[in-house]
């Protein structure tokens, strides 16, 4: 079935310094790729997303392309902030699923 | 501008008691949906619905009722909460019935704790 990995947590990081979190998957077909942020205390939030081969997602400064060559849909931000401190979770929906599977979630820290 | 509201935040049960998380949304969604979220195992769905009357299974409903009598509620039924249920669980709308490709709202959680 599909399945998405993520790099382990917690990402501990200095103000401005740049990230990167890594995702793969493993899916039939063309899935749809997602990343959803979720802040302390709330629910899940839609980051940023791609439906296709190549294609670049992005949203508040953060980005991630979908790369079906290495099943990759890893979430970058070149100058991260205090502001940024959540737990990021990389998803995908396969084909005709009427479901997302959800990777584990990566905990970033961010420090002034 | 409520969006998903879920009650109650917090629930503490005994083993075999029963109960009913409560989801609301009013943004006329059509799909809605329940996940579980535990440490290390990101979000698993429980049971969704396309629309009202429409509900079928996740993947992990074993434990867990659902009903969809209109589209905006879509409660959760515990019928005899067992340890494992101790989780965090969300509620989750979106507008298009294919569900995910549209985003997904999602309410600010019910953390439940089964002694």
Same mark, same amino acid.
């Given at each position: 079935?599909?399945?998405?990995?993520?790099?382990?947590?917690?990402?501990?990081?200095?103000?401005?310094?740049?990230?990167?979190?890594?995702?793969?998957?493993?899916?039939?077909?063309?899935?749809?790729?997602?990343?959803?942020?979720?802040?302390?205390?709330?629910?899940?939030?839609?980051?940023?997303?791609?439906?296709?081969?190549?294609?670049?997602?992005?949203?508040?400064?953060?980005?991630?392309?979908?790369?079906?060559?290495?099943?990759?849909?890893?979430?970058?931000?070149?100058?991260?902030?205090?502001?940024?401190?959540?737990?990021?979770?990389?998803?995908?929906?396969?084909?005709?699923?009427?479901?997302?599977?959800?990777?584990?979630?990566?905990?970033?820290?961010?420090?002034? | 501008?409520?969006?998903?509201?879920?009650?109650?935040?917090?629930?503490?049960?005994?083993?075999?008691?029963?109960?009913?998380?409560?989801?609301?949304?009013?943004?006329?969604?059509?799909?809605?949906?329940?996940?579980?979220?535990?440490?290390?195992?990101?979000?698993? /769905?429980?049971?969704? &619905?396309?629309?009202?009357?429409? %509900?079928?299974?996740?993947?992990?409903?074993?434990? #867990?009722?659902? +009903?969809?009598?209109?589209?905006?509620?879509?409660? /959760?039924?515990?019928? &005899?909460?067992?340890?494992?249920? %101790?989780?965090?669980?969300?509620?989750?709308?979106? #507008?298009?019935? +294919?569900?995910?490709?549209?985003?997904?709202?999602?309410?600010?959680?019910?953390?439940?704790?089964?002694?």
């Amino acid at each position: 079935g599909d399945s998405v990995t993520q790099m382990e947590g917690p990402v501990t990081l200095s103000e401005e310094a740049f990230l990167t979190i890594n995702c793969t998957y493993t899916a039939t077909g063309y899935p749809s790729l997602f990343w959803y942020v979720q802040y302390p205390g709330e629910g899940l939030q839609l980051l940023l997303k791609a439906t296709k081969a190549d294609d670049k997602g992005s949203n508040k400064g953060f980005e991630a392309t979908y790369r079906k060559e290495t099943t990759s849909f890893h979430l970058e931000k070149g100058s991260v902030q205090v502001s940024d401190s959540a737990v990021y979770f990389c998803a995908l929906r396969g084909g005709s699923a009427r479901q997302l599977t959800f990777g584990s979630g990566t905990q970033l820290t961010v420090l002034p | 501008n409520a969006g998903v509201t879920q009650t109650p935040k917090f629930q503490v049960l005994k083993t075999g008691q029963s109960m009913t998380l409560q989801c609301a949304q009013d943004m006329n969604h059509e799909y809605m949906s329940w996940y579980r979220q535990d440490p290390g195992m990101g979000l698993r /769905l429980i049971h969704y &619905s396309v629309g009202a009357g429409i %509900t079928d299974q996740g993947e992990v409903p074993n434990g #867990y009722n659902v +009903s969809r009598s209109t589209t905006e509620d879509f409660p /959760l039924r515990l019928l &005899s909460a067992a340890p494992s249920q %101790t989780s965090v669980y969300f509620c989750a709308s979106s #507008y298009s019935r +294919s569900g995910p490709n549209s985003p997904l709202h999602f309410g600010n959680g019910t953390r439940l704790t089964v002694t």
